[in-house]
């Protein structure tokens, strides 16, 4: 909303807001899908003030997105040293990471099919994003837009193998994925270092 001032991220009131919020919006999501849900249940639960809602979030698109990415961070903060080099074994927890938010994301998350084209475009774009931080680092004369490029088709690749094994039952572990998907991954990524 223009006009509305952002609250300071660092006061302590607005750090338990915050939290209120996101806690009332993951009730939510367990209760119904995430298109049924309104910004009057959400303030209701997290007994605040749309106003106050609004300080805080655009929208509960804003909303959602700000509870995925600081979920999903979590997770790759938990296993991936972001000062590493990219490497197979960065590759590897990456995709460790990425198998248990999807795990997380399938018990927090009651209709977890009808947010997923939304979690899907967010992980990836944080996840590029986190990649190309990698290649930056490691990279020798190797254009942006190349860069760039790999790190879409890593995160996409990433994504797409995580979420296939999360709806195809994990029939295997996360271990014995990147093990089997990790040095095909490698390959090109060979080339740029």
Known sequence: MSGVLSPNSNDPRVIRTRQLILDAF??????????????????EQATINR????????DKYALLEALLSDAFMEYVTKRVDSEARLSAETMQQLIYSL?????????????????APIIEENIKTQLEQFLLQFMLQGAREVDLKTLKATATMLSWSIYGITYRWNIEGR???????????????????ELLN
């Open 99 to 115: 198998c248990d938010y999807h795990v997380s994301s399938n018990e927090c998350i009651k209709k977890y099919d009808t947010v």
């Open 26 to 43: 993951l009730n939510q999501l367990n209760l119904k899908n995430f298109n049924s849900i309104t910004i009057q249940n959400i303030t």
């Open 171 to 189: 029939q295997e572990s996360p271990a014995d994925l990147a093990k089997r998907v990790v040095p095909y991954m490698m390959g090109g990524l």
């Open 51 to 58: 106003a106050t809602f609004y300080a805080h979030f655009q």
